[in-house]
DNA sequence: ACAGTCTTCCAAAGCGCTTTGGCTTTGTTG
DNA sequence: CAACAAAGCCAAAGCGCTTTGGAAGACTGT
């Protein structure tokens, strides 16, 4: 059932149906009534295709998915899914996921911009002066950064969440407690976040007169393995830190192992804080000595991206507004005083 | 630059060029090399909008993907999309998500087999008559399972592994170790996977005069808390299982926390043999007590689905062909003889 | 009653590609 | 050399929708 048909069988052109159906003004409200009467009696839904050649509107949006031999995606872009399908269900939105050489990118954003294949892009994991990012911006396609870059001469649309402030009030809550010596296992940093949270950290520090040592600091990428690692470079050390705080969940798995091995305690000998973006599958409160966290769902961060996008592609939302949430410092079990 | 203006300037018409770059026989080699080189001199791309409008194609796979408040998505999902894009970005092929209420996929599955939004799709986490395959089989759109549904009067394409072989030997080597009461940590056992393992760990009992006794049996949802919840259920039974076989390594998290916990220990009081899907930020050699796994790398199928799914869109691969992959047992530390 | 203004609808022209059917031109054959 | 086939190319008709530029009829005010 095509739209030539069914204005045939409505004795009405085209041009009217079409209109009717997409809520023209121009079209008499009676007659929109047997359209859409008709229309939805018959099933009738116009072919995508078609209506894309013809706006050149799409009613998706893009994400380029950096892939590789090397290259794992992250866990978490599951919950971001999670909630991105959260809204998008419920608007028929879809996502295509262009599945792209994680050193060629840009690439793969021209052409899904050229081919008018998607109407907005995000873009996660931003790195400071992250070239997606300019290069989206040029291309003139709604889009939004999850995250933050940084040293552009222009402003761009993000959603971020304040990864300075979270690691800062972490810290603080350290110091507070009396610690010294704290360390940082953060994710990659060349990526934005990662280079908040130590900055949010050192700026506690600051604060206190104390600073984060060098050898105190571990940046990798966010797996178990990677957290036994530094956790047992960290705390083998001569002066060794007296309370961690971590870039993942995952990590902190790591970092529990690499304590219990060492035959320390959390939070006798460590007190440890990680970030939590908010899993179904592991909790926090569930680790042996139940962790505390700076908390933020990323699943309600893909809800909100999903929506700003839809917002901009219908011209609701515009300009370069950046939102920051703020981020929950949940404390349970693993922080205490520093030992003596 | 459209087709028209490269046909224009080439002094042909539009039929040709079209005939050259799609690799018709009924241009002359000549003329084809002209077309060629001036498409690629000025960068052109065929409008895939245009395209699909003409030919119904548009070179992209599909996924519903269930969503809802009270519903997570896997993060195994995350590594099978790693394979898929490890196939598809070197083949231009893009994967459409579709959003989709959990209880409603049917609908969305007629929408785009209708819309011709992809040109196949797959289907993961089936359970035995699994309405999705029957609807996608009539609908008669390419398409793959994942795994494995039952009791149809049809056959279809499906890539599995062998979960009921991989929990047979599990079992087997358990029983060999003088094990005699085996427990089962299962995933969701509407799901055939589960099945199939419980299948396989019975199959293995029975062959020795032995019996999982129903009580030793969980079906959960796969996180570190039901791991942990599930293995605190059996090991303070009376009759306590002295092994056990789970289905994931997020769910082995919570056993070995809760065996950790009992003031038990891994495998002096209980032997663990977990599945490993291959996750690169959780391996089961790094767990405290190295994790012995049934092994399968759920990346792999990823990319081999997405190199079928091509296959069957252009035609090389038809049937109902069935595909199961063997799965490797991996002993490590977590298993031993059953205690005295 | 007449010009002017809405209101409501329509015919037709795209959007950029593929594909059908046919027309030349060249080559082959008896 | 006429007859036929094959090779190489083209014009035009879709694919199914949106949108432009009117046109006809209904309504207004004078």
Not at 2 to 24: C, I, W
Request: aromatic share 6%.
């Amino acid at each position: 059932m095509n739209l030539k048909q069914l204005a045939h069988m409505l004795a009405l052109s085209q041009t009217t149906v079409s209109r009717a159906l997409n809520g023209y003004p121009e079209v008499n409200e009676e007659t929109r009534g047997r359209v859409m009467d008709a229309a939805k009696r018959h099933g009738y839904r116009p072919n995508p295709s078609a209506r894309r050649l013809a706006t050149g509107k799409s009613g998706m949006i893009g994400y380029v998915l950096p892939t590789g031999a090397a290259v794992d995606i992250d866990p978490h872009f599951v919950e971001f899914l999670s909630g991105l399908g959260d809204y998008a269900r419920s608007h028929e939105l879809d996502l295509v996921l262009s599945p792209t050489d994680a050193d060629d990118q840009e690439t793969t954003y021209r052409r899904i911009v050229a081919n008018r294949q998607v109407d907005a892009v995000y873009i996660s994991s931003p790195r400071p002066q992250d070239s997606r990012v300019a290069l989206v911006n040029t291309l003139g396609i709604p889009f939004i950064v999850h995250g933050r870059s940084e040293g552009f001469d222009f402003d761009y649309p993000y959603l971020d969440i304040d990864n300075e402030g979270a690691f800062h009030e972490a810290a603080r809550l350290l110091v507070q407690l009396g610690h010294r010596r704290l360390a940082l296992i953060n994710g990659d940093d060349r990526e934005t976040f990662a280079i908040h949270r130590e900055r949010g950290l050192r700026r506690a520090l600051a604060a206190s007169g104390l600073a984060l040592e060098d050898r105190h600091v571990c940046s990798l990428v966010m797996t178990e393995e990677n957290g036994y690692r530094a956790a047992r470079r960290l705390l083998e050390q001569d002066g060794a830190p007296t309370a961690i705080a971590c870039s993942s969940l995952i990590m902190a798995l790591g970092v529990v192992r690499a304590v219990r091995d060492l035959g320390l305690s959390i939070p006798g000998d460590v007190s440890l804080i990680a970030h939590d973006d908010v899993f179904p599958w592991l909790k926090p409160e569930n680790f042996s000595v139940p962790l505390s966290t700076t908390r933020s769902s990323i699943r309600l961060a893909g809800a909100r991206i999903a929506e700003r996008l839809a917002a901009r592609i219908s011209g609701l939302e515009e300009g370069a507004r950046g939102e920051v949430w703020p981020v929950d410092l949940v404390v349970r079990g693993s922080v205490a005083g520093a030992p003596a």
